[in-house]
């Protein structure tokens, strides 16, 4: 049976004694973990530390005894430009996209978005994002935390991400997907990166499409059926890895 693992925000080193921050400490006593046990912490820099666990008083600490530098990371980078869902889809959007590699997501305030997000409830949500990222991350074995950043337009996303091999999916696509990708246009072999973008609920709007027209965006159509935003997301973000073989 492998050991548990804890993300740990503080830096990790060799031969450390470490003080369990106190969110840390309360999910080990939670799990009922006892003095001796061994467990696996990392902290989003690379690789993971296995150390013993050990308890005083109220305070959990670790010793750290070795560092491990294996990584569960994919062959390129996929960065995905999410439209932000109605509900707690994002909550599943980002659990998910953890689990299958996604280096960055970057959430899309849409036109047609209906969660609006400001203030102390935007400041709530990264919390909470960043916390299901943290915990997926423990999950499934990843050293290294997705990125996520505050929401913003289509406009200033792809004004300010600028990069090659950035795919729109519209059902009126001109091209498929896995053709795109297998495609010479692609020059994935040079940068193997691309930017996944999928809007909210209902699409996205005639003025986003000319945006993304604007800033020359490759629009392709993924399937034959038309898919559910939280759906669309993970299955192109699975798909890519599948064709480009990441």
């Not at 001796?36 to 912490?41: A, D, E, P």
Request: with cysteine.
């Amino acid at each position: 049976m492998s050991s548990p693992r804890f993300y740990c925000s503080e830096p990790l080193t060799v031969h450390q004694t470490l003080t369990l921050p106190e969110s840390l400490a309360h999910h080990v006593r939670v799990l009922r973990l006892a003095a001796g046990c061994q467990i696996v912490l990392f902290d989003g820099r690379g690789g993971e530390y296995s150390g013993v666990l050990d308890f005083n008083g109220k305070i959990a600490v670790a010793t750290l005894d070795a560092h491990h530098p294996v990584e569960a990371e994919l062959g390129g980078q996929i960065t995905l430009l999410q439209g932000l869902p109605s509900g707690d889809k994002m909550d599943w959007v980002i659990e998910k996209a953890v689990e299958l590699g996604v280096t960055k997501i970057i959430p899309i305030a849409a036109q047609r978005s209906v969660l609006q997000l400001s203030g102390p409830r935007l400041d709530k949500r990264l919390l909470h994002w960043n916390k299901i990222i943290e915990s997926a991350s423990e999950q499934c074995g990843r050293n290294r935390l997705m990125q996520i950043v505050t929401p913003v337009t289509l406009e200033k996303a792809l004004t300010e991400h600028k990069t090659e091999n950035r795919l729109l999916c519209d059902p009126e696509g001109s091209e498929e997907f896995n053709s795109w990708l297998s495609s010479p246009a692609a020059n994935l072999n040079h940068t193997p990166s691309i930017t996944l973008m999928v809007g909210p609920e209902g699409g996205w709007s005639e003025q986003e499409l000319d945006c993304a027209r604007r800033h020359n965006v490759q629009t392709v159509k993924f399937g034959t059926r038309v898919l559910r935003t939280e759906t669309a997301a993970l299955a192109m973000v699975a798909a890519a890895t599948a064709v480009l073989g990441w």
